[in-house]
């Protein structure tokens, strides 16, 4: 499987990014993909996962009412809407697939994108 994320930049506090992650090659509708964000000198962490089959999804305390999570089955694409972003959003954001049960825990996915910057200035 490989994962090709898209869609950051650069954007004022208060204002709005969509990510994209295109999944090619074994993919398959058992999947959970999820995104991840990463600041310097700060730990991975959880931000969105969609269960790939049914369109469950979860979301961190941080981000939950503002960040939304959605997929596009024709396309094998997951996005993140990011609406009312905050400085503290800034990080690299990765997205992951795993064939399993929808973990908030990145070192259970298998499969990794390799990142997209967000800046949020203040």
């Known amino acids: 499987v490989q994962l090709q994320a898209s869609g950051g930049g650069l954007v004022q506090a208060g204002g709005s990014l969509r990510l994209s992650c295109a999944a090619s090659g074994r993919f398959l509708s058992s999947a959970v993909m999820g995104w991840f964000r990463q600041a310097p000198g700060k730990e991975r962490e959880f931000v969105a996962l969609i269960v790939w089959s049914g369109g469950v999804t979860k979301y961190a305390d941080s981000v939950k009412g503002r960040f939304t999570i959605s997929r596009d089955n024709a396309k094998n694409t997951v996005s993140l809407q990011m609406n009312s972003l905050k400085p503290e959003d800034s990080a690299v954001y990765y997205c992951?697939?795993?064939?399993?049960?929808?973990?908030?825990?990145?070192?259970?996915?298998?499969?990794w994108g390799q990142g997209t910057q967000v800046t949020v200035s203040s």
């Open positions: 992951a697939t795993r064939y399993g049960s929808a973990t908030r825990y990145g070192s259970l996915y298998n499969y």
